[in-house]
């Protein structure tokens, strides 16, 4: 069972920064990607960056050359550097860890309010 617990969500102005972490746990056996991704209540969860164990990323138009997300490969946790956040960035933030078998396990979430 593997478990992953977001932290470094909050409140920040417009224009601030914010580093999310996601800590993993439990048993892993091969690790194919780790994302984030955000879901507003009512509105479906969407992709805002991967990345696989060849530390390959991938992110979604709205938050290119804004987020940088990052893998600590001795612990399996991933990061995601938020700078340039603006109030459409408010979001309940999850990371998740595929396997290669394509097993999902999400955290619980950590919110991030971006307002003034």
């Known amino acids: 069972q593997v478990q992953l617990v977001e932290s470094g969500g909050g409140l920040v102005q417009p224009g601030g920064s914010l580093r999310l972490s996601c800590a993993v746990s439990g048993t892993i056996f091969a690790i194919d990607d780790q994302g984030w991704y955000r879901q507003t209540p009512g509105k479906q969860r969407e992709l805002v960056a991967v990345i696989n164990t060849a530390g390959e990323s991938h992110y979604a138009d709205f938050v290119k050359g804004r987020f940088t997300i990052s893998r600590d490969s001795a612990k399996n946790s991933i990061h995601l550097q938020m700078n340039g956040l603006n109030a459409e960035d408010t979001d309940v933030y999850s990371c998740?860890?595929?396997?290669?078998?394509?097993?999902?396990?999400w955290g619980q979430g950590t919110q991030v309010t971006v307002s003034s």
């Open positions: 998740n860890l595929r396997d290669v078998w394509g097993t999902v396990s």
